[in-house]
């Protein structure tokens, strides 16, 4: 497999809905992730150009959900599902999505601006236990 020129880290972090900071998966993350890789998937980007990775926590909760871009250490916040084709045509573009950038602020819980609203994360159904998704 080819180096690819930027990952995108999903945190995909979950505590229960309600805990005080909050957490990603609980925002739709898991969602998100997997939107990214099939949008990815579908602009044939995903070999050469990005991959999309989950990941642990960014100590960004409370703006989650939240995606790392690497190489470039742009941190984007807030993201939904529906800010997932507009991350792929920055991506492809060679440019970010500023108004999902986190500034400075974000990066502390007291300074941070409100979060999303959380709900239960949806599961995937176990492998092999028969469940339809
Ligand atoms: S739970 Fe996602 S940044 Fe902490």
Known sequence: MAKRKRYLFVCVN?????????????????????????EIAMRKLAVTEVRACTSSCHDVCWAGPSILVSPDNVVYG????????EIVDALAEGRFVERLVLPPEDFEQSTARPGLPEHAPAKAPAAGSGAKP
Do not use: Y
């Open 14 to 38: 979950e505590r229960p809905v309600g805990s005080p900071k909050g957490s990603c998966a609980t925002r739709g993350a898991v969602e998100i992730h997997a939107a990214l890789k099939a």
């Open 78 to 85: 807030r993201v939904t599902l529906d800010d997932v084709p």
